[in-house]
């Protein structure tokens, strides 16, 4: 049964054009909310963009709930094993930071999206860095307060941070999230010093995966994820926010396959056999996963890149938007 959620079409953000081919449409498989979501690719400038989303307001209100799976919150065992998962992956991230910025004797670093707030506590911890947070969701955000972690609860966007004070920022899949990725990195500009760093990790859309998964990939995850970024069409545009790229890296992530093949099975039957068989639970077929990740990224494009920039020069002002919005 199709849900009624109240969408919006949008332009290009990167180049303001509405000019755009349609790329692929699907439902949230995530929520299950049967509504049609469409990716599309601008005509003018290349870059690829959830063109038919829920309006703002529905999107943040409806499709991040409080159990959404970037907020943590498993109770148990599980809850045990996912909160290590996060602590080892926010200190290579650190580490991996560290390596980029070792020569600076002072380090003034911004997370934009910092949710449960392992990196910031890595960072600081491990090299005592100035670490500061933008995080919209309220209640993970008024947690980082308390424990003492200057945390914005705000989107970007409307997040009042002070310019050019920042030696690193970092977003952690999500600069995918934002409304308007263009605006945003033209701001992210503005907040860090000359020659600061970019930290970028976010799906690519080159990954092999999502030729043989199509509408199923998981990284496409509509609605939320509004734009959908090659390591090419990822440097172009932050060329002309005023950045250039330093590095790039391969992340492994096994459950995007498992996760895919899940959203792909489940969708074509009911059957419960197949879709326990079929599950990102089932173990078996989470060491498939492994497998065919370790072999994906050894020969090809994985899901998800690490992307450093350096910015090189300022943006001019002011900057400002060029998204748009309309009545589909
Ligand atoms: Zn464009």
Redesign the pocket.
């Known amino acids: 049964m199709r849900e009624t959620v109240p969408v919006v079409r949008v332009n290009?953000a990167?180049?303001?054009?509405w000019d755009a081919a349609r790329v692929v449409t699907t439902p949230d498989y995530e929520l299950h909310i049967d509504a049609p979501f469409e990716v599309s690719s601008?005509r003018?400038?290349?870059?690829t963009y959830t063109s038919l989303r829920p309006d703002r307001t529905t999107l943040f209100t409806r499709f991040y709930p409080g159990d959404y799976l970037c907020y943590g919150g498993m109770s148990g065992v599980a809850g045990l094993i996912d909160r290590m998962r996060r602590d080892g992956q926010a200190a290579e991230r650190a580490a991996m930071v560290g390596g980029y910025v070792a020569q600076r004797g002072r380090v003034r670093l911004l997370e934009v999206g910092c949710a449960t707030g392992e990196f910031l506590k890595a960072c600081r911890r491990r090299f005592g860095w100035e670490v500061a947070g933008v995080e919209p969701n309220r209640q993970l955000s008024d947690a980082l307060i308390r424990e003492g972690f200057p945390v914005v609860p705000s989107t970007l966007e409307d997040a009042d941070v002070p310019a050019g004070q920042y030696d690193v920022v970092c977003l952690f899949n999500v600069l995918e999230h934002l409304w308007d990725p263009a605006y945003s990195l033209k701001r992210i500009n503005c907040l860090l010093a000359p020659g600061g760093l970019v930290v970028v990790e976010l799906p690519n859309f080159a990954s092999p995966s999502r030729r043989r998964f199509g509408k199923h990939w998981f990284l496409y995850h509509l609605p939320r994820h509004l734009s959908h970024f090659t390591r090419q069409s990822l440097a172009g545009l932050m060329e002309e926010c005023g950045f250039e790229e330093q590095g790039v890296r391969k992340q492994f992530r096994p459950t995007v396959n498992v996760l895919s093949l899940q959203y792909a099975v489940h969708d074509r039957t009911r059957s419960a056999p197949l879709r326990s068989l079929f599950s990102a639970r089932n173990p078996a077929l989470i060491a498939a996963g492994i497998m065919c990740e370790l072999v994906q990224n050894r020969i090809g494009d994985s899901n998800i890149l690490t992307a450093i920039f350096r910015k090189t020069a300022p943006v001019p002002a002011p900057v400002v938007s060029l998204l748009r919005e309309r009545t589909p």
């Open positions: 290009c990167r180049c303001g054009g601008c003018g400038c290349g870059h």
